[in-house]
């Protein structure tokens, strides 16, 4: 994993003001990333931030399947959910797919803000790391591309 990480984002709807209010406060280190965006949380941070974003389809249209062949092809670091844990969205299949694809990946995921908060301010957010993806040897910056999942 490079110093420059790769980071996706996906926001329910009821959770895009928490991304507004979040991504404002983490601005600064934000910054130095590469940012990707399922749906309209795209938008709302290259508003945020200030930057480009490489927007994705909305979640539920096809986003979820984008960003799953992004982490199958080794081009996503981190995965930050904005979401509500009692919404049953999160039983849908596609987001548990999805879900599945990044831990066989070995790549971090947040799944709340206080996850998030200390993934952004680790010691290790500004340099190079090695990680081991299941089935691999250990890397660094790029990826071996990690076995197929389902489709979700």
Known sequence: MNSIKRIAFVADDNEKTGLIEWSYFNKDLLKGHKITATGNAGNILEGTLNMP?????????GGYQQLAALIEEGKIDIIIFFWNAVDEQLEK???????????AANIIIACNRTTADFILTSALMNKDHLIAVPGNSI???????PKKMAAL
């Open 93 to 103: 299949s596609s987001v548990r797919a999805l879900r599945r694809i990044a831990l």
């Open 53 to 61: 974003v490489q927007k994705l389809l909305s979640g539920p249209t």
């Open 139 to 145: 890397q660094t910056g790029q990826h071996e591309k």
